[in-house]
């Protein structure tokens, strides 16, 4: 089964507005990451938070990790239609060396 | 400009055919892998080469063969094939000794098996 399952499937919200997904795994990690992927494109490397960390910022985005729940989230600020794309959560267990496990994807559409 | 490069970009084959993805990286990243990403299933790790001269299986290896030519290439070979193989398959690579990074990914090879 996956290690990661982000939540929701699809997000549809407004310009401006602010974009909230989640993301749930299984095992002790050593980090968890975040990727975006636009429509025919490859996956690009957001932002990455380490298994001390609680809270991590870059720009518009904000990433919390919760250990005990096993669960992480990627907030958006004030969105633009340019951050349409896909959001996969991708994490690194202690276990796996140097690889990730990712998640299914959030599709997040922004309407102008 | 640096990053990962993928050939060819898309690819039809019959059922039985053999063919082979490169990949290539210019960041002189030690780890390399081979994804394949499938509607609704998210990416799910085919091969991975932990550094020049050592590769491994993932969680899907079955119908595919892989080789690290040297620290900058990484194939992936399909010796027979199949429909269920269609799929866009994405190669990455990272830098892991003075990590941890996010992975690199290349554009990724849209094959289709008729």
């Known amino acids: 089964s996956q290690q990661g399952e982000e939540d929701p499937q699809a997000l549809s919200i407004q310009e401006g507005e602010n974009a909230t997904m989640n993301c749930s795994y299984k095992t002790s990690i050593n980090n968890l990451q975040w990727y975006r992927q636009n429509s025919g494109r490859g996956l690009v490397h957001l932002i990455l938070i380490r298994s001390n960390e609680r809270e991590k910022h870059s720009g518009r985005l904000r990433v919390t990790l919760d250990t005990s729940k096993k669960s992480s989230s990627l907030l958006i600020t004030a969105s633009r239609a340019a951050d349409t794309a896909s959001y996969f959560c991708?994490?690194?267990?202690?276990?796996?060396?140097?690889?990730?496990?990712f998640g299914e994807g959030t599709q997040l559409t922004v309407n102008p | 400009n640096a990053g990962v490069t993928q050939t060819p970009k898309f690819q039809v084959l019959k059922t039985g055919q053999s063919m082979t993805l490169q990949c290539a990286q210019d960041?002189?990243?030690?780890?390399m892998y081979w994804y394949r990403q499938d509607p609704g299933m998210g990416l799910r790790l085919i091969y991975y080469s932990a550094s020049e001269g050592t590769t491994d299986k993932g969680e899907v290896p079955n119908g595919y063969n892989v080789s690290r030519l040297n620290k900058r290439e990484f194939s992936l070979r399909l010796e027979s094939a199949a429909p269920s193989q269609t799929s866009v398959y994405f190669c990455a690579s990272s830098e892991v000794l003075t990590g941890p990074y996010g992975y690199t990914f290349g554009s990724g090879t849209r094959l289709t098996v008729v």
């Open positions: 960041m002189n990243h030690n780890s």
């Open positions: 991708a994490s690194r267990r202690e276990t796996s060396g140097s690889r990730l496990t």
